[in-house]
């Protein structure tokens, strides 16, 4: 004799919620497109009657083929060089789309759930040894909707701190996380409730979304900026992640990056890659221009975000000002090296002509950073001119080049006394909320040639000073809220981050606008 016993957990979500998760996961990551399509195809159930009869069998390939798409996916990203933390969250961050098969055979299949055998191969063994013998077989399936739910809520929140710090943090995601868990709640019960069991519901969905969004901070701490290491490739025109507040060892990349051959006129100390406005934690990102409020990219030249295309001059040349374009320059070198598509080119700040750069498209942002879009070969020999009466390619400072953390404001201001400086008045700590406009409406005020040269010397010989400060690869700061202030008054010892990162926030403290630049130095020579 056979018989089967049946268990069912969980019971399935209320119609359109899946649906609305996904449309919240693709509005979270600016892919309405994908969302949307999910959302179609797993609430599609409901207007049409296409059923189908699934075994056990069918369900476990259509888990094993969610298990491929994943561990394909991580493979391709694995081929990428120069992997960054951020590339492994937004891997996770599809975690639902990969998973689409499974779930979609639960949401057609004639019954609702899926077999809990489907996950493992011994299960699914013993259950058809069970059945071939006639014994009683026990079969429990599940109700995949609401884990799914909780999924696509966590994947909706993967990177959400990449660009914000907790305080800063996109709002769109707790209110949608709000909506959703109340929702879900509000339904579990099909009985009719009263208004108290709303409020209710939503009080425990707002508990759930901090915690959530809580968890979402400390995954993208602990894990991204724990990943990222200081002396890597930098390639982001958005924000440079830096080492401050860490215990550990500063690991630098031993491979050259970049040649550097000088044509013509004074050498350069340094060649820039990007420059960035603002600091959050430890973290500097680059809050660029607002387009309805602020300077206007010149017409024709609008690419993407803050970008503005140069203008092409012939095969792989590109201007950055077109009156410029037949005038000698008194400056001009050449750059080799391994590119990708995207990346950050190397230049001096009033760069205006770029030469052998294989690329379609050559663009910089209000920042001055200048990325290569549409490469087409692996290397570059470029060359670069530039001249000291030529603009430079970025935007005038702005209030925001003022702004440091308010926790560090002690510790800035109790620095600059002990050097002899006096400070300026100030009503009250500058926030990014002065910041509304970038461009040259909307600078700080102007501090004098004399005043600024003041500052600079001080700092210059209080950092230089090795009975004063100490340069070293061993980070042994533990403080990750004050970490400049840790720098300046308990450990006085640190790598290159710390004496930017400290030099920026007292010169903005001081009323002088800085920003934080990465690049490279040209102090180091070669024989050739």
């Known amino acids: 004799m056979r018989g089967e016993l049946e268990r069912k957990m969980l019971s399935a979500p209320p119609r359109l919620l899946l649906g609305a998760a996904f449309l919240f996961w693709g509005g979270m990551h600016d892919q309405a497109v994908a969302g949307l399509i999910a959302a179609a195809l797993v609430e599609g159930r409901h207007w049409v009657n296409l059923r189908w009869d699934f075994t056990d069998k069918s369900f476990a390939r259509s888990w094993q083929l969610s298990v491929i798409i994943l561990i394909l996916s991580a493979l391709?990203?694995?081929?990428?060089?120069?992997?960054?933390?951020?590339?492994?969250?937004?891997?996770?961050?599809?975690?639902?789309?990969?998973?689409?098969?499974?779930?979609?055979?639960?949401?057609?299949?004639?019954?609702g759930g899926v077999p809990m055998v489907t996950f493992s191969f011994i299960a699914r063994r013993k259950a058809a040894a069970d059945r071939k013998a006639g014994r009683l077989v026990e079969s429990s399936s599940i109700h995949l909707g609401y884990p799914v739910l909780f999924l696509i809520i966590i994947a909706a929140g993967m990177g959400v701190g990449s660009l914000k710090w907790i305080e800063t943090i996109d709002p769109r995601y707790p209110v949608g996380v709000v909506i959703l868990l109340g929702w879900m709640i509000f339904t579990l019960d099909d009985r009719r409730v009263r208004l108290r069991a709303w409020v209710i519901a939503y009080l425990i969905s707002i508990g759930l979304s901090v915690l959530m969004l809580w968890g979402v901070v400390k995954v993208y701490d602990n894990f991204v900026r724990g990943y990222a290491g200081s002396g890597g490739r930098v390639s982001s025109s958005q924000q440079t992640q830096t080492a401050l507040g860490?215990?550990?060892?500063?690991?630098?990349?031993?491979?050259?990056?970049?040649?550097y051959f000088h044509e013509n006129g004074p050498v350069p100390d340094l060649l820039k890659l990007g420059s960035y406005n603002e600091p959050l934690g430890d973290v500097w990102q680059a809050r660029t221009r607002i387009l309805e409020l602020a300077e206007q990219i010149p017409s024709g030249r609008k690419f993407?975000?803050?970008?503005?295309?140069?203008?092409?001059?012939?095969?792989?040349?590109?201007?950055?000002?077109?009156?410029?374009?037949?005038?000698?320059?008194?400056?001009?070198?050449?750059?080799?090296?391994?590119?990708?598509?995207?990346?950050?080119?190397?230049?001096?700040?009033?760069?205006n002509r770029f030469e052998g750069i294989p690329s379609e498209i050559l663009a910089v942002n209000s920042m001055g950073s200048v990325k290569m879009i549409g490469v087409n070969q692996g290397a570059m020999d470029a060359v670069i001119q530039a001249d000291t009466e030529i603009e430079e390619m970025q935007l005038d400072p702005t209030d925001l080049d003022l702004t440091y953390p308010n926790a560090e404001e002690k510790g800035l201001e109790d620095f600059l006394k002990k050097i002899g400086l006096s400070?300026?008045?100030?009503?009250?700590?500058?926030?990014?909320?002065?910041?509304?406009?970038?461009?040259?409406e909307a600078g700080p005020p102007n501090i004098s040639v004399e005043k600024f040269r003041e500052i600079e010397a001080k700092l210059a010989l209080i950092f230089s000073d090795i009975d004063q400060f100490?340069?070293?690869?061993?980070?042994?700061?533990?403080?990750?809220?004050?970490?400049i202030t840790e720098f300046l008054e308990i450990d006085r010892k640190g790598h290159c981050e710390y004496f930017a990162g400290a030099t920026a926030m007292l010169m903005r403290r001081m009323g002088a606008p800085c920003r934080y630049a990465v690049g490279h130095s040209l102090q180091e020579r070669g024989i050739k």
């Open 76 to 111: 391709v990203l694995l081929q990428k060089d120069n992997l960054k933390a951020n590339d492994f969250l937004n891997l996770l961050s599809w975690l639902p789309f990969m998973m689409l098969p499974l779930i979609l055979s639960q949401q057609y299949a004639r019954k």
């Open 246 to 259: 860490r215990i550990r060892e500063l690991q630098l990349s031993q491979n050259i990056e970049w040649r």
């Open 304 to 351: 993407t975000g803050d970008f503005e295309t140069l203008l092409p001059l012939g095969e792989n040349t590109f201007l950055f000002e077109d009156e410029n374009s037949r005038r000698d320059y008194g400056i001009e070198g050449r750059i080799q090296g391994l590119i990708e598509d995207e990346e950050l080119v190397p230049h001096l700040s009033r760069t």
């Open 423 to 440: 400070l300026p008045e100030v009503g009250s700590h500058p926030t990014r909320a002065l910041a509304r406009k970038v461009g040259r």
């Open 470 to 483: 100490e340069y070293s690869l061993f980070l042994a700061g533990t403080d990750r809220n004050t970490p």
